[in-house]
């Protein structure tokens, strides 16, 4: 994933939770039009994660909820948004300019799922695609939770070339623990859910690393947040993950730091 963006309800809520359980810092812009919105970024040496950004008024009114959203890289945002439609997608935000950052466009997949894609302004992807990972504070892994598994994986291998991989292969049917992978490198979990374990479901989730999960648990509850049993879990779950909810609604996940985090040699 290139990127992942908070909308959110309550904007110094939720930056004081996420800067004390991931160690990050927050920029916070309220110059210039439209509503205050910040960047979290690595304190270590400052590399950008993710944006935060108060839902609107009108937004709230309408009983939208706090959500975080992942985004992927494109070099090109309407020539994906025109693809990603070809496959069944639908546009939910159109291609605009990005506050002198490029060019993002919002999608919901087949299963009903958004996604973001961003054409940044440098053409570069983020450090935390093809840069070191499994670092505290990295935006490290995502997982698909979908109620459509076979629409799922077919839409995101055919529009962005990830590669499919089931860790547990069957002639009969779709295995619940498939990861895509691109350049060798694991980057997402598609994981097979019903609307009795995912209520909100299909969603993507972006996930977090840190270097100690069960502590960073304790800490999420400690401040106010939830933690939740990972739906449908599979044996031996490469990265060990726990979704999380923040005090104000919105869920993402924490990853463990382990091998399957760092770059391939």
């Given amino acids: 994933m290139f990127w992942a963006q908070l909308k959110t309800s309550d904007l110094d809520a939720a930056t004081s939770f996420y800067t004390d359980v991931l160690g990050w810092r927050v920029d916070v812009a309220s110059d210039g039009p439209g509503l205050a919105r910040g960047t979290f970024h690595r304190d270590d040496n400052g590399a950008e994660v993710a944006g935060v950004i108060p839902l609107s ?14 985004f992927v890289h ?4 309407i020539a994906m948004t025109e693809r990603a439609q070809f496959h069944g997608a639908t546009l939910v935000e159109p291609a605009m300019p990005a506050r002198g950052n490029g060019w993002r466009a919002t999608l ?3 299963s009903g799922a958004d996604l973001g894609v961003w054409e940044p302004a440098d053409d570069r992807e983020h450090p935390s695609v093809d840069g070191p990972r499994g670092r505290p504070g990295d935006l490290a892994w995502a997982e698909l939770q979908t109620t459509d598994a076979y629409a799922s994986r077919d839409f995101y291998c055919e529009l962005l070339v990830w590669t499919c991989i089931d860790d547990h292969p069957s002639d009969r049917f779709l295995g619940d623990d498939i990861r895509f992978v691109r350049s060798n490198q694991p980057i997402a ?10 209520p909100s479901a299909s969603r993507w989730l972006p996930g977090f690393a840190v270097s100690d999960l069960e502590t960073s648990v ?7 947040g939830t933690v939740h049993d ?8 490469r990265p060990a993950v726990r979704p999380i909810t923040d ?19």
């Fill in 57 to 70: 008024e009108w937004e709230q009114q309408q009983g939208e909820p706090s959500r975080w959203m992942p």
């Fill in 74 to 77: 494109t070099p090109d945002a």
């Fill in 108 to 110: 919901s997949d087949p």
């Fill in 189 to 198: 979990r598609l994981r097979p859910v019903s609307r009795s374990e995912v």
């Fill in 218 to 224: 304790d800490q999420v509850v400690a401040l106010g």
């Fill in 230 to 237: 990972v739906p449908a879990p599979v044996a031996d779950e």
């Fill in 247 to 265: 005090p104000t609604g919105a869920t993402c996940l924490l990853v463990g730091l382990s091998r399957d985090l760092m770059p391939a040699s």
